[in-house]
């Protein structure tokens, strides 16, 4: 079964910054990204990288947050500084995209004012 280790998630106040972290379980996954969810809304993209084609960003979060891979640690990464209130929500790791993709089991990042 595949495996998804996410951390670095927390509480911090407004334009501070945190990185969180995921470890797969192999290194067979081409695209790795990361997902979030606020309470009353729906799931939505915030970053995703593939081996080509360069990273992908969610406009909300263009110019704070940076997505990063290691490939050597099977890891994907998100740098995310300048973090607002409304970054607030549980945070998923993906590999494989949304639909057939595998998840993490979240982890929670809440920013306070």
């Known amino acids: 079964q595949v495996q998804l280790v996410e951390s670095g998630g927390g509480l911090v106040q407004a334009g501070g910054s945190l990185r969180l972290s995921c470890a797969a379980s192999?290194?067979?996954?081409?695209?790795m990204g990361w997902y979030r969810q606020a309470p009353g809304k729906q799931r939505e993209l915030v970053a995703a990288?593939?081996?080509?084609?360069?990273?992908k960003y969610a406009d909300s979060v263009k110019g704070r947050f940076t997505i990063s891979r290691d490939n050597a640690k099977n890891a994907v990464y998100l740098q995310m500084n300048s973090l607002q209130p409304e970054d607030t929500a549980v945070y998923y790791c993906?590999?494989?995209?949304?639909?057939?993709?595998?998840w993490g089991q979240g982890t929670q990042v809440t920013v306070t004012s």
């Open positions: 993906n590999v494989n995209g949304e639909k057939t993709g595998y």
């Open positions: 990288i593939a081996v080509i084609g360069g990273p």
């Open positions: 192999t290194r067979r996954f081409t695209v």
